[in-house]
C-alpha cells in the first residue's frame, strides 16, 4: 500500500536554529497537509498546499513557518527560528482530491527544540 | 478550539463486544466526519468517514453514525478485537480543502 514518507523520525534542534522537515506525498496525491500534535494534545492543522500554492493556513502557521515543494515529489516544512514552543510530532498527510477526506498520514517527525 | 469534543479519555472493552467511541461538535459548517486510529509512533490511520447528508456509514465491522440535530457521532465496532486498541480520533471537515478539526482523542484498551 502506497506511503507518505518523512524523514527525520526525530530531530532535535536548539532554540533558534532553522529546522527543514521533509515528507514524500504518496504520488498521484494532489492535495499536501501539515500537521502537529503537542504532547499531550490534538492535532492541529497547520497548513494546506495544493497547485503550488498554500490553499489555508491556520493561526500557528505564522511568518517563521514556510512550505515549498521544490523538486515535484518532496514537501517540505521549514520552521526558521525555532522556539521551545514549536517542540511536537509534525505529520505530513497527502490526499488525492479534497473531497477524498480520508487521506494518508505520515508516521511524523517529532521535533524537540531544547 | 472545542469545535470537537471526545469527552470519554479512555474506554475498555471485552475482545467481541462492541465498542462505541462518542464525539460531539459545534461547528455547523462540517459537511463531512471522519474517524481515524493512532498507534503510538504512527501516523493517524484513517478508518471511516460519513457525509453530513447521511446518517449512516457501515464498512466491515465499523459503522459511523450521525445525529445532525443533535451535533453527536459515535462510532461501532463489533466485534471488538484486541488488535483494535489504539487512540481514535474524530475529526470534522468544512468545505475547504481538507481542513481537518480533531477531537482530543479516546483511548480503546480491548481485553482478550
Known amino acids: 500500500e502506497p506511503e507518505v514518507t518523512q524523514t527525520p523520525s526525530h530531530q532535535v534542534t536548539q532554540m533558534g536554529q532553522e529546522v527543514i522537515l521533509r515528507c514524500v506525498p504518496i504520488?498521484?496525491?494532489?492535495?499536501f497537509y501539515w500537521y502537529r500534535q503537542i504532547l499531550g494534545q490534538k492535532v492541529e492543522f497547520l497548513v494546506s498546499f495544493y497547485n503550488n500554492e498554500i490553499s489555508e493556513k491556520s493561526e500557528i502557521f505564522d511568518d517563521q513557518f514556510s512550505v515549498e515543494r521544490p523538486d515535484g515529489s518532496n514537501f517540505t516544512l521549514k520552521i526558521r527560528s525555532t522556539k521551545l514552543e514549536d517542540s511536537a510530532m509534525y505529520f505530513c498527510?497527502?490526499?488525492?482530491?479534497?473531497?477524498?477526506?480520508?487521506?494518508?498520514f505520515g508516521s511524523g517527525t517529532r521535533l524537540t527544540v531544547v | 478550539d472545542q469545535q470537537v469534543k471526545q469527552n470519554s479519555p479512555s474506554l475498555s472493552v471485552q475482545e467481541g463486544r462492541i465498542s462505541i467511541l462518542n464525539c460531539d461538535y459545534t461547528n455547523s459548517m462540517f459537511d463531512y466526519f471522519l474517524w481515524y486510529k493512532k498507534y503510538p509512533a504512527e501516523g493517524p490511520t484513517f478508518l471511516i468517514s460519513?457525509?453530513?447528508?447521511?446518517d449512516k456509514n457501515e464498512d466491515g465491522r465499523f459503522t459511523v453514525f450521525l445525529n445532525k440535530s443533535a451535533k453527536h457521532l459515535s462510532l461501532h465496532i463489533v466485534p471488538s478485537q484486541p488488535g483494535d486498541s489504539a487512540v481514535y480520533f474524530c475529526?470534522?471537515?468544512?468545505?475547504?480543502?481538507?481542513?481537518?478539526?480533531f477531537g482530543q482523542g479516546t483511548i480503546l484498551t480491548v481485553h482478550p
Open positions: 475529526a470534522g471537515a468544512g468545505t475547504s480543502y481538507g481542513k481537518l478539526t
Open positions: 460519513i457525509s453530513s447528508i447521511k
Open positions: 504520488s498521484n496525491h494532489l492535495y
Open positions: 498527510a497527502s490526499g488525492r482530491t479534497a473531497l477524498n477526506y480520508g487521506y494518508t
